[in-house]
C-alpha cells in the first residue's frame, strides 16, 4: 500500500490506525459506499465536508455517512452568521485533497475542525486516507487531539 500524507503524519506522530483499501473505480466513494465496502458501521464511516462563511473563513466538519449537517448548528459552533459548503472546484486547491478523498488530516492548512459529538460514542471511526480508495480507522479521541478539533453536536435533526 502507497503511504499517503495522511499516513505518514500519523506514523510519525505514533498514532495508531487501520488502513482499509477498497475500490473506487466503480464511482461509489461516498461515505455509505465506503462503509459497505469497509465493513465499517455507516454511523462510524465518516466524511469531511468543508465549508466557508461569508467573511470567507473555511472551517471542516467531520460527519456520519449516516446524517446530514445542520448548517445552522454549523454556523452557530464556528460563529458564523452562516455557512455553506465550498464549490467541489475550490476543494483541492484550498485543501490538496480531491473530492471523495478529503481527509480531515494533512490539509494544505489547518482550518477549525469540529467532529460530529456522536463519534466519542465509539472505539473507532473511519475518515479518508487522503485519496479514494483508502480508510483510516482511528479513535476518535486521538483523531481529535492530532487535528486540533471539537466534538459538536452539528447533526440535522430527523424532520
Known amino acids: 500500500m502507497e503511504k499517503t500524507n495522511v499516513l505518514r503524519l500519523l506514523d510519525n506522530a505514533g498514532i495508531s490506525y487501520r488502513a482499509l483499501e477498497y ?7 461516498d461515505a455509505l459506499s465506503i ?3 469497509t465493513g465499517i458501521p455507516p454511523e462510524q464511516c465518516f466524511k469531511t465536508l468543508v465549508t466557508e462563511n461569508p467573511a470567507h473563513d473555511h472551517f471542516v466538519f467531520v460527519m456520519p455517512a449516516t446524517s446530514g449537517l445542520d448548517l445552522k448548528k454549523a454556523a452557530k459552533v464556528s460563529g458564523s452568521k452562516s455557512i455553506a459548503m465550498i464549490l467541489q472546484k475550490t476543494l483541492l486547491p484550498l485543501t490538496g485533497y480531491i473530492h471523495g478523498g478529503c481527509s480531515p488530516i494533512g490539509m494544505k492548512k489547518q482550518f477549525p475542525t469540529f467532529i460530529e459529538e456522536t463519534a466519542q460514542l465509539y472505539d473507532f471511526i473511519g475518515v479518508s486516507g487522503g485519496r479514494i480508495g483508502l480508510t483510516v480507522v482511528i479513535d476518535p479521541q486521538d483523531l481529535a487531539t492530532f487535528i486540533n478539533a471539537q466534538f459538536a453536536d452539528l447533526e440535522k435533526s430527523a424532520e
Do not use: L
Open 23 to 29: 475500490s473506487g473505480e466503480d464511482g461509489k466513494i
Open 35 to 37: 462503509a459497505e465496502k
